[in-house]
């Protein structure tokens, strides 16, 4: 059943234009889960059940494809980064989908049931390399000049991935090469290369920290 369900992946990464209901205001900050005890993947997620459908059989194919992880992460870990790449069948029911919408809301106590991952996903995270004084970018086919004026600061509330190669984004699944698109030409101090453990490693997606 897991492998079925493995062959409905997407066979590309919407995440790098997942940007258009980003708030345009502050919100609370993300707090309470930094000093929760770190658990196992198949633990930080059962309160998900209910949330993200098929939460265990995701769980299940990361797991399987983490046995031998780089970078000194332990399975849990590298699973737990793995599992927010997985693209769903459907993009609403995808894992990064629910979490990020979830991180967009102004209702912070709708992300407890979230607590135990987001502990484990940045405990991991915070393992990895920092991608740093080089250049990423995000693209989306709108045009969003309206919603990014030039010298206003804005905070990405979600979990940002962007590629270091434009190449990636010219494929026209994601930016492509004609019609209304935003290019976001981004100078990085924080990002983290999470391409050892994405479930498309060769679109060297650079991961940038909720809220940072």
Not at 170 to 193: A, V
Request: proline residues 4%; glycine residues 2%; charged residues 25%.
């Amino acid at each position: 059943m897991a492998s079925n369900h493995f062959d409905q992946l997407k066979q590309h990464n919407t995440r790098l234009s997942d940007m258009v209901k980003e708030p345009k205001r502050m919100l609370p900050p993300i707090k309470g889960f930094e000093n929760l005890e770190l658990v196992s993947l198949e633990k930080a997620v059962e309160s998900l059940i209910s949330i993200v459908p098929d939460i265990d059989q995701m769980v299940y194919i990361v797991k399987q494809n983490c046995t031998n992880p780089k970078d000194d992460l332990t399975s849990d870990e590298s699973a737990s980064i793995m599992l927010y790449s997985m693209e769903w069948s459907l993009r609403d029911n995808s894992f990064y989908f629910i979490l990020n919408k979830t991180l967009r809301s102004e209702n912070r106590q709708l992300l407890k049931p979230w607590f135990l991952y987001l502990r484990l996903f940045i405990h991991s995270l915070s393992k990895l390399p920092s991608f740093i004084g080089k250049t990423i970018y995000r693209g989306i086919k709108m045009d969003l000049r309206n919603d990014y004026p030039i010298d206003k600061i804005f905070v990405w509330w979600t979990f940002s991935s962007c590629t270091t190669h434009i190449s990636v984004l010219e494929n026209e699944e994601f930016f492509g090469k004609t019609g209304k698109r935003t290019l976001f030409t981004i100078e990085c101090d924080t990002g983290k290369d999470i391409h050892n453990h994405s479930m498309f490693p060769t679109e060297n997606e650079i991961l940038l920290i909720a809220a940072r």
